[in-house]
């Protein structure tokens, strides 16, 4: 089993940036495929983020070039999503996802095993 624990979110202006954490427990995670989703009220929850234990990194086209996710799997076991240049339609709840198994659809919310709880990030104009 792996736990995970998000932290990082709050209220930031248009243009600025955050960082979030997602620490893991349970088990290290350097095998695993790691994501990012986020879910805004009364949309699906959608896919923004995803890392590879190989390195590889995905984004959705909405955050190519301002997210950028990263993790230590060494002694913190703990994944990252820099968010930098934040839009008001940035504004969710952020979820941290991990998954041992390959698949090759990273984008897919129903292939991750495990979930953080959400952190909350709003963007205001």
């Known amino acids: 089993q792996v736990q995970l624990v998000e932290s990082g979110g709050g209220l930031v202006q248009a243009g600025g940036s955050l960082r979030l954490s997602c620490a893991a427990s349970?088990?290290?995670?350097?095998?695993?495929?790691v994501g990012w989703f986020r879910q805004a009220p009364g949309k699906e929850r959608e896919f923004v983020a995803a890392?590879?234990?190989?390195?590889?990194?995905?984004y959705a086209v909405s955050v190519k070039g301002r997210f950028t996710i990263s993790r230590d799997n060494a002694a913190k076991n703990t994944m990252y999503l820099q968010m930098n240049s934040l839009k008001p339609e940035d504004t969710a709840v952020y979820y941290c996802?991990?998954?041992?198994?390959?698949?090759?659809?990273?984008?897919?919310?129903?292939?991750?095993?495990?979930w953080g709880q959400g952190t909350q990030v709003t963007v205001s104009s």
């Open positions: 996802a991990a998954v041992e198994k390959y698949y090759r659809d990273y984008a897919r919310p129903s292939n991750y095993d495990y």
């Open positions: 349970g088990r290290t995670f350097s095998s695993y495929t």
């Open positions: 890392s590879r234990w190989s390195g590889i990194t995905y």
